[in-house]
């Protein structure tokens, strides 16, 4: 009997919620804490492993794990499980921050054993999103893992935690109803009905030429503008992102790390693993509107983040910035284009903007959450984000200078540093399909440059402040939590083999099916 | 050979690491051990490189090495892979040497800095990149040493991060050369689509093979790849960072400013002149842009009081002049100069950092004079470095090759014009070269030298000195001996393109000539104006159109205004408008709506029965009527 490795590793920290929920919440804090690092720890070492059987060349699901849940009447649900070379890297970073996230939340001293019962079952959500294939089973962890945060920020947040909390409660769930409504429709479409993501991707439900007046169109655009809703709000894309920086500012640290390391992944593997390969049709079809709100997404996130004194929201808009790039790769790699303009190319070109676009998931994560545990650094130590109050610390904390300076140039995108790697990969694939887009988005790497370099020198240079000649550099546990996103930033920066290889395999494979099913559409989705 | 030459960027970024990590705890000797010693090792192993290639040159004269595959996506090639061919070697001897010898000037210059490894630090880092950069066998990754020089000068520049004006101009740098970057990404981006491919060898070849001369996509890519050039080069449009990095310490200004990064761009063009050969009409434009900066920077320089900032406007001129000899396709011409510039241009710094040492940090010109005895060695360095700078005839480097860039500017098609700017430039230059010179060294004393340089700054001022004077004597002209190492050596990167028309011997003699009064007259009005009738002129410096447009001068043309209101004002007016994020008002109003047709909803129930009979009776009485009159 083989091991389920993918149930093991998801359902670990159930495991380790439950004995947590067994202890004493005075006599056995240190024991709580360690008893969820522990199984942060196992859940991390799963997902390790799973690279050793992974056949990072075979573009297929591996590691399925199937099995009958229910049948009501014919309402088949199974448990099925399984992964490929989208949701490996995602599972790796998921396990990976938790982790660090748990090792940093150590000095979290208030109601310490709900915090961390929640940041288990949290991680059981994650995980399962990233490794469902039936949809009823991926909409019960998209929703298990909505309430543990909906609680972190709500509790352990800061003085506006409740407004936020319930803006993105409110937010999440509107999305999750229309992802519901989708589902339904995919499901109802399905002959024989069917939840089973992979199955539904086979039917080819919508293949052939898609546009207004084909057979299907209206539950196609349904289904299509429906899971869209659900998986932008996540994302977040402009014009549905602002539950983002009230949501980043109220949460607790590990809370904003998860929150933008991993959540919001979500949303854009919603985009990857469903509307891509099951709708291929209409995702060429309204594929303009994506670009442009992504395009939106890159350039206002800038501007915002640029005005910002507060720190974490500043790098909450940056996370707005960010993943406009991911959208931006995602949009090329189905966008209509002219069908010859650039002839054999247009596959490669496609193929190239997906894996910048699953690159920059997995980059956004590690860079973006050792920006908000640094941002958690000085906030410990000064009680203020305000950018204005501080000034000239890069001698005061010479090593928290060094990595944060050394992150922030990641997200800018300096090469050696993995942001590069995936943002090149995106631009130059998205150049491909759309060339005037992709040139306008390459202006957001200079205003990113900007807000980066301004908010440095806000923080780093310029004379000392007086108030702040108390504050001592970081200390074990901050560097636990980050030098080992620093390294990984340094790494894929430097050799992106082994992990873009393993995205290429499932990418490639992804476009090569899509090219089979879509038919160029003609008219408005030529632009660009 | 080829398998050591890893080495050559590997040891500087080896002592980056070591500095970066372990700098602070270590000795200042072992931190000077390190800085400076990696960088000379670095020389060392160029050198012989070098040897080994003039001894044997290999067979498609270029040593490669490939070190890992970074990048493969599809048809996406791009390695970590070196190829180094007569003009990579050029410039990583230039940078080595010249490298070294500034590092070696350093450990004196900041030998009271209290973060003396984190200086040495980042210069390690910037040598590492610089030589990335040029021995870079794709565009990626000369992409990459690009945008890693781009980062060690931001760095660098606000070293002194105390003063936030030093921040100021550090961000100035990076985001102005980050404007011409985001150009040259998506020149990448066109090459890569398509051509297939972004190794320089393949683009080379596919270039010409898939595109017409004067072809759309040729002249378009040549644009982008001519906006990165012009951003690193502080070339018009974008040349105002320059000025402002003077924030740096001195050896940095020497070396990233002066003698090394701020050429990455020439060495671009010069590196892609397959494509630039096919778009004549943006080699104008190179040519344009040159003779156009050359000229409003050397103006500029006549009216600044900084010491450094004259460097500054003198190094923007002088890069000027090889972009007007790359437009007019003499690009060994270009080389030569961007070499003997490095030379004279880091020798003016160094000593310029020494006066500025002495002077207890005061830059202005007008407060010092009369130096000439008092620091014999940097006047005399001083002086070299001002005379090739330019142009004496015979006895100095500049003259060998400005007087190239000249003669080929003048053969070129139509070039005649360019000629006479380029030619009003050289006079100019000489005029502010040795307007300094007067200033500084002649004239009454009005400070005591507080230090005078220590053999660590004495070797490379004497080094580069003579360097700066004899470095010509790489490319002697038809009229002058006919020995062109230089050219030679360089021939076959540039092989195969159509070479400018041929001057006779009695041509060039001619132009020489002319270009030799220029620079002399040049130097005769110097001493007019700043010497002998100094005193009978002040009250004509002193009227206020001379007045307004010194300011002007003063400040670059008022480039700095310009952009301040056309670009950073509305942007960060924008954003500031914006701070509260617009789009929350919109989900707020929607928020509001619903309240409040909840509020008038609910007033309908208010529980009383009479109330509901009412409306009941009013809806009944407006159903029949509408079904009545229908």
Redesign the interface.
Known sequence: MTIPLLSLMTFLPLVGMVIILCLNRERHVNAIRGVATVFAALSFLVSAYLFLPFNSADSAIQLEEKALWFDAAGFVVNYHMGIDGLSLPLIFLTTLLTLLSVIYSWRITERVKEYMAFFMLLEVGMLGVFCALDFFLFYVFWEVSLVPMYFLIGIWGGPRREYAAIKFFIYTLVGSLAMLLAILAMYFTSQPHTFDIIELTNQKLFAGPFGFGVKHFWVATLAFWGFFLGFAIKVPL??F??WL?DAHVEAPTAGSVILAGVLLKMGTYGFVRVSLPMLPGPAQYFAVVIVLLALASIIYGA??A???TDLKKLIAYSSVNHMGYVMLGVAAAVGATVPDR?GP?LE??R??AL?GAVLQMFNHGIITGALFFLVGVIYDRAHTRDLNSFG?L?KQM?VYA?IMMMAS?ASLG???LSG??SE??V??GS??VYRVF??LA??G??FT??YF??MI?RI?????NRQWTELTDMDGGELVATVPLCFLMLFIG????PL?DLI?TAM?GLVYEMSQVIHLVQGWGMWG | MPELLWLIPGLPMTGFALL?LWG?RLPRVAVSLVGVGSVALSAALSVAVAVSFLASPPADHAYSLTL?????????QAD?AFRVDPLALLMMLVITIVGALIHLYSTEYMARDEDYSRFFAYMNLFVGAMLTLVMADNL?LL??GW??VG?CS?LLI?FW????A???A??KA??VT??G??AL??G???L??QL?TLNLEELAARAPAAWPVGSALAVLTAALLLGGAVGKSAQLPLQTWLPDAMAGPTPVSALIHAATMVTAGVYLIARTHAIFALAPTVLLVVAVVGVVTLFLAAVSALAQWDLKRVLAYSTISQIGYMFLALGVGAWSAAMFHFMTHAFFKALLFLAAGAIIMAMHEDHSIFRMGGLRHRMPLVFWTFLAGACSLSALPLVTAGFYSKDEILAAVWAADGGQWLWVMGLVGAFLTAVYSFRVVYLVFFGEAQKEPAHQPGWRMAVPLAVLAVLALVGGALNLPRSLGNLLLLDHFLEPVFAGLAQHRELTVAQEIHLQLIADVAALGGILVAWLLYRRYRADLAAVADLAVVRNLRTYWLNGWGFDWLYDRLVVRP??S???L??A?A??Y??HALARFVAETHRILSRTQTGEVRWYVAVLTCGVVILVAIMVLR
């Open positions: 402009f014009p992102h602002t920086p501007l915002v640029m005005a910002q650039y190319t490669v070109a193929i190239t894996n000239g890069a010479p060094g140039f300096l090469p050696t590069f790697v090149f990969l631009f130059v150049f491909g992709t040139a390459v202006l790497v200079i440059a900007v370099l301004w020198q780093f240079l310029g004379p000392l430097i050799y992106p083999r873009l290429n490639s | 970066a602070s890992w595959q970074w990048l493969g996506i599809g048809g996406l970590i990626l992409y990459l945008e890693g980062l931001y606000g991060y105390r003063d936030p030093n921040g100021k550090a961000m990076f985001i980050r404007v970057d985001a990404a998506v990448l981006f066109v890569y689509t297939g942007y960060e924008l954003a500031r914006n701070r994020d789009v929350d919109l989900v």
